[in-house]
């Protein structure tokens, strides 16, 4: 693709300019600014040129991945406080933080001694803390301003993935490794265990011990996940919801590119596509259908491939940055082609205790899609502006695919699997599958709330 500078309406630069500028003024005496970019989502497809910086960093070199040597250039970001306090830890099972991993080495504490990380007898989860963050974030004409900052600056300022059930937490905990459930029936984040549907297949396969500890629950449906997340921890949640919106914006912004595989790297989306199998041969139950055993992945905070078949993690996640299975997504559910979408993790399939966001896929908007920008829901972040279907592709726009089905109850799944290729990422999201569908690519994974305050 050929690069170019885009150059926006200078009546458009200069009301944003000014409203970014009177913010910053305001939050000098506290030494906490704000960071931003301007998304022209409907005037650039270029992934790369599309971001504008504007804000504290408008003059930052943006993060690079070192596809060859799977080494972050972190540019100008690598003194954010924000980012420094994502961190991996090992916490118990309500979400308190026992001790704090080795960020270059996840088999280590801070002190040297050997962790948890791979224990699956240990009273807890290993898991990455993302610190309290508020998002500012509204639509200028067709372009999408997302701004950030550790403080609560006024009303626009909201704690978009942070509000749990009416409570802003400190901290959130993310999952390391992809959601595993262990012989008590528990939804986990531990190293070196299969993960949530990789050995367990459909509703229809036939138990088999020899292939993996998940094939004793024939069907893992959204209602089967969320038990074995509550079995966890009254407190735990589905990975997904507002939290996710937030970190793929702030992904977005660090990398100035809406194209995340080419940004972070291309994890395993292509494992179980021809010319890319494990294996040699196309995915089957009994070599997991070209999946892997969750594993430590060394190198720091972020790891990125471009061989699209080897685990990579962003913020210590390789549930982020692997794109190996479809995670659940229930905060998000498309209900007679109308979506409607948790802000708080309330959990309801029928959507009827979720925000209306007006949007509605039907007609015409159903199957695979690719939607170059977004609405802004508030206290929620952006879904798809279902108006500009096949604006974007593969390589322009969000670069990511969006399948959808208008009929019946539908549940989101997030960032793709390995079946989607080019279609996967960050942005990737299906609505195609009802509640009670259980398919091996269909996995869910452990978010944990920080402890509320007595």
Known sequence: MTKKVFIAEQETLEEVNRKVDKLIDRLAPLDKPVYGMIIHEQTDLDPESRVEYIGANKDYKPMKMNMETHVMDQGGWAGWNWLKGVVPVMCDWDGGINYYLNPEDYS???????????????????????????????????????????????????????????????????????????????????????????ASGNATDVTDASIGTLTKTAGITTEVQWQAIQKTSKNGLFFGGPLTNTLADILVMLAKSTNSQEAYGGGMSHSNVAGSYLTGAAGTKENHY???????????????????????K????????????????????????????????????????????GIDFKPGNTNLHYYPSYH?????????????????SSSTGYC??????????RVSLRFGDCNDGLNAGLWARSLSAAASYAWWGYAASLLLPAPAAA
């Open 290 to 312: 070209n999946t892997k055993q969750n594993e430590v992945v060394d190198g720091g905070m972020f790891y990125g491939s471009n061989d699209n078949k080897s685990f990579n």
């Open 400 to 409: 990511d695919a969006t399948w959808a089905n208008a009929d019946g109850e």
């Open 108 to 198: 280590k504490k801070l002190d040297g001694t050997e962790s948890d990380v791979s224990d699956i007898e240990y009273d807890g989860n290993a898991m990455v803390v993302y610190p309290l963050i508020y998002t500012c974030e509204y639509k200028q004409g067709t372009d999408r301003v997302v701004l950030f900052c550790e403080n609560k600056i006024n009303d626009d300022f909201l704690p978009i993935g942070f509000n749990v059930g009416g409570t802003v937490r400190p901290y959130m905990l993310g999952p390391m490794f992809y959601g595993s459930i262990d012989d008590q029936g528990r939804m986990r984040s531990i190293a070196d265990q299969w993960s949530c549907l990789t």
């Open 376 to 392: 802004v829901v508030k206290g929620y972040g952006p879904v798809p502006d279902v108006s500009g279907k096949d604006k974007g």
């Open 314 to 357: 962003i913020f210590h996640s390789i549930v982020l940055g692997s794109m190996m299975l479809w995670q659940r997504d229930p905060y998000m559910v498309m209900k007679g082609g109308r979506i409607k979408v948790s802000t708080d993790y309330t959990y309801d399939l029928t959507g009827e205790n979720y925000l209306d966001t």
